[in-house]
């Protein structure tokens, strides 16, 4: 398993890079959610939508990212990882929430650039393309690298909390590291596939939805966990600074465990069936989280969500990979891609709704519901890749 798992990180060197940046900023972000919701001095309504503006941010540039993949070339990475970096001062420094909702934006439009939705930028795109050239799968690894850094940084970030450090100090040492990454970022540009002659250039509508589907419900329980853990230990377990961290962390933790375990079972079961399963035990973490007396019953209740919710993002997108033909898998990534992303304009102000009326127990509870949802599109998919597989070669 070791070696299934650094012989994949080593065939996606630059990838797994722009992976590992963006997880140590999200990182500490979460760890530090209470710490800007009580600066700004508003309820969970409006911080829910002040996050808003990062989502907003990240569908502006999703258009203007291929032109900037295109102008850059092999310096595109480094230059939207230097850009993030950058971004990410202007949130840490707002002490009103209209100012903290414009870094936001600034923060999701940097985003953006980094993980674009088309396949001439795309970091999962990239990714599925190695893995039709190697015939490995390099999905559930690379995932993994920005699990490992953004558990790495939420945990740490609870240490400096505790010790009562700035968070724009915080910030500014994630941007030592991201310049230690710098030169792991370069990479050649990745050859365009193309269509065999009388090949079909239409993407099968409805196997790419009902991936997209599967993978938004993914990310939107994400991004949930991620962003209002910390405030669920705090505000209504009762938790400290370094305990309230410690969710996003323990999160971050098991998912790098779950996603590399899953980088070892995606090359020995399907990824409906594995789906199916992590779907099931993150839905049962969720409703533990939801319902737990104490932050360490909060603990193991993220714990079991991270280790489930690990996988089925980069299975469901290398499941749409392989939905289609190989000239289309680009294009079919890009689209599930962009359903994918609306979670993130629906979690902050869902996760923000539910908590402001009926507490984050009944809104952790929903989170619990919402996973279990994935099943029946899953069911469909697995019809699909079984007459996939039955049509001779």
Not at 13 to 29: D, E, Q, T
Not at 260 to 275: P, Y
Not at 321 to 339: C, D, F, K, Y
Not at 363 to 380: R, T, Y
Request: charged share 10%; hydrophobic share 60%.
């Amino acid at each position: 398993m070791r070696m299934s798992i650094l012989s994949a990180l080593r065939l996606t060197r630059a990838p797994g890079s722009a992976f590992v940046v963006m997880g140590l900023y999200w990182g500490v972000f979460a760890a530090h959610v209470p710490v800007f919701r009580d600066r700004l001095g508003v309820d969970d309504a409006v911080f829910g939508s002040l996050l808003l503006g990062s989502s907003l941010g990240l569908l502006t540039t999703m258009w203007l990212a291929p032109r900037f993949d295109q102008k850059l070339g092999r310096a595109a990475l480094p230059v939207a990882a230097a850009l993030l970096a950058l971004a990410w001062i202007a949130p840490a420094l707002a002490a009103t929430p209209l100012a903290f909702a414009i870094g936001m934006v600034g923060v999701g439009m940097a985003s953006g650039v980094c993980d674009v939705v088309r396949a001439s930028a795309t970091w999962d795109a990239r990714v599925s393309q190695i893995e039709a050239q190697s015939g490995r799968s390099l999905m559930n690894a690379n995932h993994g690298l920005f699990s490992l850094a953004y558990g790495c940084a939420a945990l740490a970030s609870g240490l400096t909390r505790e010790a009562g450090l700035p968070i724009l100090v915080v910030f500014g040492g994630m941007t030592v590291v991201t310049l230690v990454l710098m030169p792991l970022l370069w990479r050649a540009p990745s050859p365009e596939m193309m269509p065999e002659e009388g090949a079909s250039v239409t993407l099968p509508l409805w196997p790419v939805a009902l991936c997209g589907i599967v993978v938004m419900i993914a990310f939107l329980s994400e991004a949930t966990v991620e962003s209002w853990s910390a405030l669920h230990i705090e505000r209504t377990l009762g938790g400290g600074a370094a305990q309230g961290a410690l969710g996003p962390a323990l999160l971050g933790i098991t998912m790098t465990l779950g996603r590399f375990g899953g980088q070892a079972l995606a090359e020995r079961l399907s990824e409906t069936a594995v789906i199916r399963v992590a779907a099931l035990v993150s839905a049962f973490g969720a409703a533990i989280a939801a319902m737990a007396p104490v932050p360490m019953v909060a603990y193991l209740g993220f714990a079991i969500t991270g280790l489930g919710i690990s996988v089925i993002g980069p299975m469901g997108l290398a499941l749409a990979g392989r939905m289609v033909a190989p000239h289309q898998r680009s294009q079919a990534i890009a689209r599930v891609a962009v359903i994918a992303f609306c979670a993130f304009l629906i979690a902050p102000v869902l996760m923000g709704g539910l908590s402001e009326v009926f507490g984050l127990r009944l809104a952790f509870g929903a989170v619990a519901a919402l996973l279990l949802m994935i099943l029946p599109p899953v069911l469909a998919l697995r019809r699909r890749a079984r007459a996939l597989a039955a049509v001779p070669a």
